[in-house]
């Protein structure tokens, strides 16, 4: 399916998936993530099922973004949340239910003992998205891509 994505072959992603996947799927939005995503997998077959996932809601199946974790847990039992909503469905709880799904199953990896979230200090929304999960923070780093990162973490139970 992500290659499908990346190919633009939004019919085919739709099948592979069995959801309705919206037109920014295939958006210069998100495309660069599911190269990064493909090029993980390649590296490392075990990060197929931790790196993406549509977040589908109930009923209706509208699929609302994408959630998942940079990577399977590291040595130190680490995972780090990755999340994106379509821009037609912000402001729905898309990415709050996302964080919950996240960290219901990172709660029940036996492999995983920190879930860790990395936010730009002006990324307002996804600041107020972590909030009220317990992640406390831990620090800084500096990303090429999005430049400071403020690092939360949280037990994983």
């Known amino acids: 399916m992500l290659q499908a994505l990346l190919n633009g072959e939004l019919a085919a992603a739709r099948a592979a998936a069995g959801v ?5 799927f295939v958006s210069d939005d998100i495309t660069w993530l599911w190269q990064m995503r493909l090029d993980q997998i390649a590296a490392d077959r075990r990060a197929a099922d931790w790196v993406a996932c549509a977040a589908v809601a109930v009923p209706d199946e509208t699929v609302g973004g994408v ?3 940079h990577g399977p847990p590291d040595s130190a039992g680490m995972v780090e949340l990755s999340y994106g909503v379509d821009p037609d469905c912000r402001r729905q709880g898309y990415a709050r239910a996302m964080v919950r799904e996240l ?3 990172a709660a029940g990896e036996p492999d995983v003992s920190t879930v860790r979230a990395s936010i730009s200090p002006q990324n307002a929304a996804s600041l107020a998205t972590i909030a009220g999960f317990g992640f406390e923070h831990v620090g ?4 090429e ?3 400071t990162e ?3 973490e949280r037990p994983a139970v």
Do not use: N, S
């Open 140 to 143: 800084e780093q500096w990303d």
């Open 150 to 152: 403020f690092l939360f």
């Open 20 to 24: 309705p996947l919206t037109d920014w």
């Open 67 to 69: 959630g998942g974790y």
């Open 145 to 147: 891509v999005d430049g």
């Open 103 to 105: 960290l219901r199953r």
